[in-house]
């Protein structure tokens, strides 16, 4: 991208000069304008099963199959001003309860 000398405005294009729209400067030969892009391949992400639990365990005995143990999560399901509600789910039967406070 070039400016003019004169005003400072962006020189346009033409097909043998660049020309200035305000001052009507011209410039004598050809430029061309060129952009470059580099585009990094990116790498494939790995998709986690539908029967893996990311998240924590906690003891917290299952009211169905008395384990002792749970897979622990949070929601925000009433106002912001109010407790968010703790859902719990049993890592033997799968026993999904909650708890709010």
Same mark, same amino acid.
């Given at each position: 991208?070039?400016?003019?000398p ?7 294009q ?18 061309k304008? /060129? /952009?470059s892009e580099?585009i990094?391949e990116r %790498?494939?992400?790995p998709?986690i099963s539908s %029967?893996t639990?990311?998240r ?7 009211k169905k199959?008395k384990?002792k ?7 925000q ?5 109010e407790a968010? /509600?703790?859902?719990?789910?049993? /890592?033997?039967?799968?026993?999904t309860?909650?708890e709010?406070?």
């Amino acid at each position: 991208m070039e400016f003019c000398p004169k005003c400072g405005a962006i020189l346009i294009q033409k097909r043998k000069n660049d020309g200035c729209p305000r001052c009507s400067y011209t410039k004598k030969g050809t430029s061309k304008i /060129t /952009t470059s892009e580099k585009i990094e391949e990116r %790498k494939e992400i790995p998709i986690i099963s539908s %029967k893996t639990e990311t998240r924590p365990v906690v003891k917290q005995p299952c009211k169905k199959c008395k384990n002792k143990e749970a897979y622990f999560w949070t929601l925000q399901t009433r106002a912001s001003d109010e407790a968010e /509600t703790k859902f719990f789910k049993c /890592t033997e039967c799968e026993h999904t309860w909650r708890e709010y406070r």
